[in-house]
């Protein structure tokens, strides 16, 4: 199983590194869409709404809809004026005491 992340933890100037697993793992089935008549796999094609035509992958932009039916067009230049910056490291700051960790942060949610 490979880590989801790798990093350090520190402890002022002491650097400890660490790799983080998942604590399960999800099996899933995957099924493909078949004619029945000769097994042949099916396509997805992607249609406008507006006139139910295929739209080519080039034509395709993302958008975030504000308002029924409003949207605001998002291009690949605004996506990355936000991309995060990653540290690979964690900062201790503080430790508590098992008590006051609430039980439902230990279990996985779905």
């Not at 992340?5 to 402890?11: N, R, V, Y």
């Not at 998942?22 to 099924?31: I, N």
């Not at 094609?45 to 409003?70: T, W």
């Amino acid at each position: 199983m490979r880590p989801t992340w790798k990093g350090s933890i520190s402890f002022g100037l002491v650097y400890i590194p660490v790799a983080v697993y998942p604590a399960t793992r999800e099996e899933k089935l995957s099924f493909r869409q078949l004619r029945s008549s000769d097994l042949s796999p099916i396509k997805y094609k992607k249609v406008a709404e507006a006139d139910s035509k295929e739209v080519p992958a080039d034509q395709i932009v993302k958008g975030f809809e504000y308002e029924r039916g409003h949207y605001v067009v998002m291009k690949d230049e605004d996506f990355e004026k936000v991309r995060i910056e990653s540290t690979h490291s964690i900062d201790i700051t503080d430790f508590v005491d098992l008590e006051q960790v609430d039980p439902k942060f230990f279990y996985k949610f779905r």
